[in-house]
């Protein structure tokens, strides 16, 4: 509990560190623990510890844990969105950060306008053009933008980010700083408001903070490296 309670408290004073130096205020970032494979004791221990904003990326993980903890929490959908799971999904998630295709949307607002919901949702960007990675290219957002924000059921808040693996922190920067900058782009050319940007990690939110993230989604830093098991049954579908 108490190195629980340590490790939220580091990663806190990141935050309010990074947002000082950048000139922002720290209320104005909000923590998103990661809780994929760890088990609803660790985020129990999470929430004693203040933490009440949690991040999932497989719905069925969190079909199964969700049930299991204090119905108040809040939880972010952060991983890729199978469409054959999205009627399982749009109960237990306030905000979907990871809307990654003009295909995804439109069966997320089918399927939501069936429910009778209205999902809040970011678009995952995929900057660095990475083939192994989800998201959209810049280009293909901007051509497609129109058609997002024609889909009646989607409250489209923001834009999310997953750079590269690097060994430094400070090589994220670069694509932070191109997510913020297409931001404005697109608010400026659709004359909307896309106030949160989710970006930065256990590896480098402190850099994603200071470069405008209002999300950070911090796994490992909080809860410890993943068990293996719990790891290998994630990758496996289990």
């Not at 004693?48 to 049930?67: C, T, Y």
């Not at 995804?104 to 990675?133: D, F, T, W, Y």
Request: aromatic share 6%.
């Amino acid at each position: 509990m108490a190195e629980m309670a340590e490790n939220l408290n580091y990663v806190r004073e990141q935050i309010a560190q990074s947002a000082a130096k950048a000139g922002r205020a720290a209320d104005d970032i909000e923590l998103v623990a990661i809780t994929k494979t760890h088990p609803a004791e660790r985020v129990r221990e999470a929430v004693d510890a203040g933490q009440q904003l949690f991040g999932e990326s497989r719905v069925q993980e969190a079909r199964a844990k969700i049930p299991e903890l204090p119905s108040a929490l809040r939880w972010h959908f952060v991983g890729h969105l199978q469409r054959n799971k999205i009627r399982h999904a749009l109960p237990l998630f306030e905000l979907f950060q990871s809307v990654d295709s003009l295909a995804l949307g439109q069966e997320m607002n089918r399927i939501a306008n069936e429910e009778g919901m209205h999902p809040r949702v970011l678009l995952e960007v995929n900057v660095a053009g990475e083939g192994s990675k989800f998201g959209f290219k810049p280009e293909t957002l901007r051509t497609e933008m129109e058609s997002l924000l024609a889909l009646p059921r989607l409250s489209i808040e923001g834009l999310m980010i997953i750079p590269p693996l690097a060994e430094e922190a400070e090589a994220s920067r670069t694509f932070f700083v191109q997510l913020r900058e297409l931001r404005d782009a697109l608010e400026k050319e659709f004359n909307i408001k896309l106030p949160r940007l989710s970006m930065g990690m256990t590896s480098d939110f402190p850099i994603a903070v200071e470069e405008g993230a209002t999300l950070v989604r911090v796994g490992t830093a909080i809860f410890g490296e993943r068990s293996r098991k719990g790891a290998l049954k994630s990758a496996l579908g289990g």
